[in-house]
């Protein structure tokens, strides 16, 4: 659970089961990917999680280049949104581990949004997208409340995989305000994100 206190957790990370959008229809062109900034702090749930995992924090992408869309990738996208969405039962950190923002991988089927979005991550990069394109992002609601989603870099824009709903939508459709996410070269390591000019920057932790 990202900077909200146990009783949040629930409402932050429902899953809100939307319809699934059944083909792609994004962007014409990588106009809407997101502008990244400087390097920033990590989040303090994937600090502990790269204790914890280090094998999985210090991968360094070969391919530096955004996934193609095809409709072959837009399927991978909506299937795993709705399969994780629907096989994980949202619930707070303190209520699975005794204590908050533990991000773990939701093996028991329990999981709050940090969660969802390793799982997706997981899924993903199985089915052979690249790590430099899945990437864990920090957000704020429009309510101001903090929540994980998973970024996918793409040559039609940046698109978000989300468990409160299993649209995938273009990052700039969310209304959610970005604040950093995992860099494409370096799993380990976070950047900020720009809205113009301005970097918004948040230790969402």
């Known amino acids: 659970m990202i900077s909200s206190p146990m009783a949040r957790t629930l409402r932050l990370c429902a899953v809100a089961g939307l319809a699934i959008s059944g083909c792609w229809a994004g962007p014409a062109s990588a106009a809407g990917a997101m502008a990244t900034g400087g390097m920033t702090s990590q989040p303090i749930g994937h600090y502990d999680f790269c204790k ?13 280049a955004p996934a193609r869309m095809t409709d072959a990738l837009w399927r991978k996208l909506t299937s795993v949104t709705a399969k994780v969405n629907a096989a994980v039962k949202p619930l707070s950190d303190y209520d699975i581990y005794g204590k908050d923002e533990v991000w773990a991988y939701p093996d028991s089927g329990l999981g709050d949004c940090e969660d969802y979005v390793l799982e997706k991550r997981r899924d993903l990069y199985r089915m052979g997208i690249s790590l430099a394109d899945l990437l864990m ?15 996918v870099r793409t040559d039609k824009g940046d698109y978000v995989l989300d468990n409160l709903t299993d ?3 273009s990052w700039d459709e ?24 301005q970097v918004l920057v948040g230790a969402v932790q």
């Open 52 to 64: 914890s995992n280090p094998g999985e924090c210090s991968i360094r992408p070969r391919s530096l």
């Open 137 to 151: 992002t920090v957000v704020r609601k429009p309510d101001g409340e903090g929540h994980a989603v998973l970024t």
């Open 167 to 169: 649209k995938v939508r």
């Open 174 to 197: 969310t209304g959610y305000r970005f604040l950093k996410r995992q860099a494409i070269d370096n799993t380990g390591r976070w950047v900020s994100i720009r809205d113009g000019q």
